[in-house]
C-alpha cells in the first residue's frame, strides 16, 4: 500500500514529487486536465510533505488522504471564479501557524478560474510564504492571470491517462474487462468519467441511440423534438450515479458537522462542486454522443454510402461546431433542436 495507490497513469509526476517531498520549496504548480488524478497526488504529497513517510495506514496520513487533517486546507471556489474574497481568506490561512505538526499545506483547487484581482491579492503570498507553509495549486491549465503566480512555482504535469491504464483499473476495482475497454476509451483519458461509464448499465444503449440518430433524422419537426427529448432523458438518467455519490457525500458531512461542528466545513464550497460536477457530466456526455454522431456520418462518407456527400461533410463540421459551443454552457434543448434539424439522412 502507498500514499500514492489513488494517482493513476502519471508515474513521472509521482516519481518528481516523492523527490520533491525529501526537501520541499514553498510552492508547487500541478497543471492537468480534469481527471487526471491531480487533486489525488496533492493529498498524496501533501501527506509526504507532513509525515515524510510512504504509509497510508499512519493517522496523519489517513486524515490527509481523507481531506480532515487540520494542517492541510484545501480550498474550493464557491462562485464562478475565485474571488479577491477567497484570495483574502487563503492569504489570511498562509499566516496561521500549524496546528499540529511544524508543516501546513494549502491546496488551492481549480485555480485557472483565479481571476485577475485574486491573483494580485495572492502573489505576494504564495512567492514568500511563511517557512510552515506549503502551496499546492491545481489547474487545468495555465491563463494569462495565473502566469506570474505559476513562474513563483515548481511546475508538475500530469497527462489524460491512457485508455489501457484506465480500463487495468477498472478491472482492478471489479469491473467487466469489455465494459471497462469501452468506458476507458470513451473517456477522454480521464478516471473520473471512466468510472461513471463503467458503472453505468445504460452506457451502452446511449452510445447506440446517438449512433442511430443519422438514420432517424428525417428533417421533420416532430422527429426533431422527439430526439432532442429522448437524449436529454438519456442524459439525465445517466447523471443518477453521480448523483448517488453526491448524497453519499453530504450524508458523511452530515455526520462529520455533528461529531466536530459546522463551522469550517466547507459545506457550500462542497454543494457547488457538486453542481458543477453536474453540470461537467451533462456536457461530457452531449460532448460523447455528437462525437459518436459524427464518427456515423464518417463512416457514411468513406464507405461511399452517403445520398449527398457535400451536406454530410457539412453535418460533420455542424457537429463539431455544437460541441465547441458546449463551452458556453449553451441552452441544450434549442442546441439540440436546431442540430438535430440540419441533420441529413445516413442509413
Request: glycine residues 6%; hydrophobic residues 45%; negative net charge.
Amino acid at each position: 500500500m502507498s500514499i500514492w495507490d489513488a494517482v493513476v497513469g502519471q508515474p513521472g509526476a509521482v516519481a518528481s514529487l516523492q523527490r520533491a517531498a525529501t526537501n520541499p520549496v514553498h510552492a508547487y504548480l500541478f497543471v492537468g486536465p480534469p481527471g487526471s488524478t491531480k487533486d489525488e497526488a496533492s493529498r498524496a504529497f501533501a501527506a509526504a510533505l507532513l509525515t515524510g513517510r510512504d504509509d497510508p495506514t499512519e493517522r496523519d496520513s489517513r486524515l490527509v488522504l481523507a481531506g480532515e487533517h487540520p494542517d492541510v486546507r484545501e480550498v474550493m471556489r464557491v462562485g464562478p471564479a475565485i474571488s479577491a474574497e477567497q484570495a483574502s481568506e487563503i492569504v489570511r490561512q498562509a499566516t496561521l501557524a500549524p496546528v499540529e505538526g511544524d508543516r501546513k499545506v494549502l491546496i488551492l483547487h481549480e485555480f485557472h478560474l483565479l481571476n485577475a484581482n485574486g491573483a494580485g491579492k495572492l502573489l505576494k503570498t504564495i512567492e514568500e510564504p511563511p517557512a510552515s507553509t506549503h502551496f499546492v495549486v491545481l489547474a487545468d491549465f495555465v491563463p494569462i492571470d495565473l502566469i506570474t503566480i505559476a513562474s513563483r512555482c515548481v511546475r508538475v504535469e500530469f497527462m489524460p491517462i491512457p485508455a489501457s491504464v484506465l480500463a487495468d483499473r477498472l478491472v482492478a476495482e471489479g469491473h467487466d474487462p469489455a465494459a471497462a475497454a469501452e468506458a476507458a476509451a470513451s473517456s477522454s483519458g480521464r478516471l473520473d468519467r471512466a468510472r461513471l461509464l463503467a458503472a453505468d448499465p445504460e452506457f451502452a444503449a446511449r452510445r447506440s441511440l446517438f449512433a442511430e440518430l443519422p438514420a432517424r433524422l428525417d428533417g421533420t419537426g416532430s422527429t426533431v423534438v422527439g430526439a432532442a427529448a429522448e437524449v436529454l432523458a438519456s442524459i439525465e438518467a445517466a447523471a443518477e450515479p453521480l448523483s448517488a455519490r453526491h448524497a453519499d457525500e453530504i450524508d458523511r458531512l452530515d455526520e462529520r458537522e455533528k461529531r466536530l461542528g459546522s463551522r469550517g466545513s466547507g459545506r457550500a464550497a462542497i454543494e457547488a462542486r457538486h453542481k458543477r460536477e453536474i453540470r461537467r457530466h451533462r456536457t461530457d456526455e452531449l460532448r460523447s454522443g455528437l462525437a459518436v454522431m459524427a464518427g456515423r456520418y464518417r463512416d457514411a462518407l468513406v464507405a461511399g454510402t452517403a445520398a449527398d456527400p457535400e451536406r454530410v461533410i457539412a453535418a460533420v463540421h455542424r457537429l463539431h461546431d455544437s460541441i465547441e459551443a458546449l463551452d458556453n454552457n449553451p441552452n441544450e434543448t434549442l442546441l439540440l433542436q436546431s442540430l438535430f434539424w440540419s441533420m441529413p439522412v445516413v442509413r
